[in-house]
Each structure stands twice: as structure tokens, then as C-alpha cells.
């Protein structure tokens, strides 16, 4: 499948477009880090890539279709850097999960979920354990492109990387791409295949 991004442009103020234009085309077999300054909106652009805001103008497809026009489960799915501000606190952790699609056990297991947190309410969990939630909520059957927007910056190193060795081993079994938003440069070197640098509308 492909992923791609055309003359997105979108700004949050009339006139003052936060970016202009932006090309971005993801390969299922592909891993693209993008890299661009503090404040350039990379958050915003992952929202838009992941079907959640619609662009000023430009258009996200996927295999062509518009993904705006997807009905049902969407195959892109986004994990984003604050967990606890993308899971209902009044829900239990079980409630939570049977949100995204049909999440399998070996991919809890793969991510050190432990089954008595599914009874917990998020506030009882840690930050670390609770993102685990959310990234295997992500993992859904159907889901084709991964967007991770600085996923693992609130987990220690030993736990970020067994995280980050679970998900490329299963990015790769499941040709699932993914898109990678991350300040952190050893990171981006050791996952991304392939780095896209984009710079503010100051920069050009
Ligand atoms: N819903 C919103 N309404 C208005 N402005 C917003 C909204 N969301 C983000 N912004 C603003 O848009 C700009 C880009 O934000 P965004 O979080 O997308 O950038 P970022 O590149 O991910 O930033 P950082 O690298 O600091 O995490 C910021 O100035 C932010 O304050």
C-alpha cells in the first residue's frame, strides 16, 4: 500500500499557514523519520496525515483513495506522545482497548501489558504503561500505516527499546509502514529507512 501526502498546507490561523506544500509518499516496506524544528507542526501534520484534521488544502491518500473517505476501521492509525489526553479516564483499561480493532494477545504480551491493568482506570496507570495501551490499540488487524509522534519519550531507555523492538519486528511480519516524529537523532537512525527534513515557512 502507499501512503501519501500532497501540497498539504494548514495552518490553525486565517492567513498564516503553520506549513505549505508538503510531499511526503510512504511504501508499506518503508520507515520515514521526519525531521523539522520545534513548532514547525509535525503533531498537526501527523493529525492530518492520520485522517483526523482535514489540510487547507492538499489531500492525504491512501492507495489513491481520499482518506477522508474511508468508512469504518481507518488503516491508519496514530499514537501520539501524551497518552493521557487520547484515552477516556472514565474508562477501564478494557474499555480502552476494545476501542480500535481486534487486538491480539501475543501483541500484549509483546508489549508487557499485564492483564489485571485492563481493569484499571488510565489515572491508575503509569504514563509508560498506560502508552503501551495505546500503541496496541493502534496495532489493530487491519491497521496498514503507523504514525508515532515522539511515542517512547516518556519511557525509560531499557523499556523504549524493548517497545521499539517489538514494534519494527511487527511493522515488518505485518508490512505495516510507519511515519516516525522524534527529537532524538539515535533514534531516527536506528528505525527510519528513509529521513524527510522539512522546514518552517521562516526557513525557505
Ligand atoms: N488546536 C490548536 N489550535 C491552535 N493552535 C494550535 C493547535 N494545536 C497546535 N497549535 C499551534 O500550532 C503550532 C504547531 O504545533 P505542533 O504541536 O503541531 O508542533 P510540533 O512541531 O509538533 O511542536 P513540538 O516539536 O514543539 O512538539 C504551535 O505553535 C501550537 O501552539
Request: proline content about 3%; overall charge neutral; glycine content about 8%.
Amino acid at each position: 500500500m502507499i501512503l501519501e501526502a500532497k501540497g498539504i498546507s494548514f495552518g490553525y490561523k486565517k492567513d498564516v499557514n503553520l506549513f505549505d506544500q508538503v510531499q511526503i509518499t510512504v511504501e508499506s516496506h518503508e520507515r520515514v523519520g521526519i525531521i523539522a524544528p520545534s513548532g514547525f507542526g509535525k503533531t498537526t501534520l501527523c493529525q492530518i496525515l492520520a485522517g483526523y484534521i482535514k489540510p487547507i488544502s492538499g489531500q492525504v491518500l491512501l492507495d489513491g483513495k481520499d482518506i477522508h473517505k474511508i468508512q469504518g476501521y481507518c488503516p491508519v492509525q496514530m499514537i501520539w506522545q501524551h497518552p493521557e489526553k487520547v484515552v477516556n479516564p472514565r474508562l477501564r483499561m478494557k474499555g480502552t482497548i476494545a476501542e480500535g480493532d481486534e487486538i491480539e494477545e501475543r501483541i500484549m504480551d509483546g508489549l508487557g501489558i499485564e492483564r489485571d491493568w485492563l481493569n484499571r482506570f488510565p489515572g491508575e496507570l503509569s504514563g509508560g504503561e498506560m502508552q503501551r495501551f495505546c500503541i496496541a490499540r493502534a496495532l489493530g488487524k487491519r491497521t496498514k500505516f503507523l504514525i508515532a509522534d515522539e511515542i517512547s519519550t516518556m519511557l525509560d531507555l531499557i523499556t523504549q527499546s524493548q517497545i521499539w523492538n517489538f514494534l519494527l519486528a511487527e511493522l515488518a511480519e505485518r508490512k505495516i509502514g510507519l511515519i516516525v516524529v522524534t527529537h532524538s537523532t539515535p533514534l531516527i537512525e536506528r528505525i527510519a529507512t528513509r529521513q524527510v527534513v522539512l522546514a518552517t515557512n521562516y526557513d525557505i
